[in-house]
């Protein structure tokens, strides 16, 4: 059983900086699956911010590129986001995911507030 567990939310003024880590287990394939970050805002849908294949092929969201930095350690099946020169707009609950041959497995969320 595929397991996603996210960490590293919080409350950030705009400019800052955050970490969040994605840690998944439970396939010998997670570390040949795309992996990556989705966000859900307060009335909004889900969207992706960014996702890295296995080989390092990343995709960002427009909004977010040149600010936030997705990476992967295939071995430990990790996926940090680094997140910098946050913004209110960046507010949502920030959910990990791991594309399993089309199957999507999600963590249970990590809520990131960027608010004076």
């Known amino acids: 059983q595929v397991q996603v567990v996210e960490s590293g939310g919080g409350l950030v003024q705009p400019g800052g900086s955050l970490r969040l880590s994605c840690a998944a287990s439970?396939?010998?394939?997670?570390?040949?699956?795309?992996m990556g970050w989705y966000r859900e805002a307060p009335g909004k849908q889900r969207e992706l911010v960014a996702q890295i294949t296995s080989r390092g092929s990343i995709n960002y969201a427009d909004s977010v590129k040149g600010r936030f930095t997705i990476s992967r350690d295939n071995a430990k099946n990790t996926v940090p986001l680094q997140m910098d020169s946050l913004k209110p707009e960046d507010t949502a609950v920030y959910y990990c995911n791991v594309d399993l041959f089309g199957n999507n497995y999600w963590g249970q969320g990590t809520q990131v507030t960027v608010s004076s």
């Open positions: 439970g396939s010998i394939f997670i570390g040949v699956s795309p």
